[in-house]
């Protein structure tokens, strides 16, 4: 693993930390975080820091991967995938300026290897999507997804189990 | 208030008022808007004339705000929020040709101070989400939310009341 | 039709097809495609080798068309607009290797003349939606759609039909 900084016309990427044979594509920004061996990186994607993205995964084109979402190894994320670490986000505090790190708690999600999200998806802070889960496209997660399952529709539901 | 116009690689800015410490992150594009003091708008933004952004407001990444809407001061707005100005859009008139101006009818949108709107929200336009509402990640906005007001799914239904 | 390749601050196209008159904004990839006169493409949108656009029509900015998907002329496509082409997507192959091309089946999506995609909608692979029918902003539309028809929710229901 190695720590990159690349601020070109179609990339900003601060402090970024990649294994071997990382492909990050157009119009990125990532700071701080961590992308490991193989993994693509589609356009118009943001990646916070401190998050976590694992080897061998496809993080597709429009999606936003925050602070404390860590992704396993071989893992699908969508399209216009959206994950959340904030349960109650609010612009201002309660003395009427503007929020500082103090004044929220951040949610850790979890995405376990080999797992699948749907295009469109969005998963709240918190959860846990569990190994080889598929999420199906437009879900809106708000429960933990088991092992294997197969869940949709918003709010998302398991339909069946792999295997 | 002061009006700027940036093109540089990364922010593409043309006729849009801002108020002090406003900060705009990388690859935003935005024309003929307003944006109040200390307002944070987000990676992959677009916001569009005649739209109004008050102050202390938080705008994040892959938001895009049309012509017709107008937000608060204080305002939370998630990442991958769509507002919605015609309720018929097309591409094309009754004579086959590309639409102008005149041939839709906008309609405005209005988001009250305090309000925070969740992640992967979409709102219909013509409606009102009131003061201090929270609207919950991934929901669809078909019809005015009450100050106050928790409401969630797709469409929208309010859950409770804060306070 | 010409073929062009623009690789500028704010652009990247590759061998896309264009008619006359095709407007492309900033902040746009794209790439072995094709664009029909005088269609206009927002910013923040991906556009997928092999995927055509036709004519007079209006994409809409954070739009995802992937490759498969044939958009007919005078067609509207919203803001936030993801279409699909794999319906299980996986980041590897049953080896545990990255999937390349021989390991997935592409599944194709035609949206007929003149009709209109809400804003933040999902379309499945392998649907067809049908000439002039209306998709509800939010939408997840799960099975084809015929002519005229109005469609909306999660999963896309008819709700009637103009004319």
Not at 1 to 8: L, R
Not at 58 to 83: A, L, M, Q, R, Y
Not at 127 to 148: E, M, R, Y
Request: net charge negative.
């Amino acid at each position: 693993m190695k720590t990159i900084t690349e601020d070109s016309p179609k990339k900003s990427l601060t402090n970024v930390t990649v294994g071997e044979d990382v492909k990050i594509f157009n119009f990125v920004n990532a700071y701080g975080c961590s992308i490991g061996d193989r993994t693509k990186v589609g356009a118009f994607v943001e990646i916070q820091k401190g998050a976590e993205v694992g080897k061998d995964c496809k993080i597709s084109s429009h999606t936003f991967i925050c602070e404390g979402v860590k992704i396993g190894d071989g893992v699908f994320i969508g399209h216009n995938v959206s994950f959340i670490n904030d349960m109650f986000p609010k612009a201002i505090n309660e003395e009427g300026s503007m929020q500082t790190d103090e004044d929220w708690e951040l949610v850790k999600t979890e995405i376990k290897d080999h797992a699948s999200i749907g295009t469109s998806v969005t998963i709240l802070g918190g959860l846990t999507i569990g190994f080889n889960a598929l999420i199906g496209a437009g879900s809106v997660v708000t429960k933990n997804i088991p092992d294997n399952a197969v869940a949709a529709g918003n709010p998302a539901k398991i339909i069946r189990f792999l295997k």
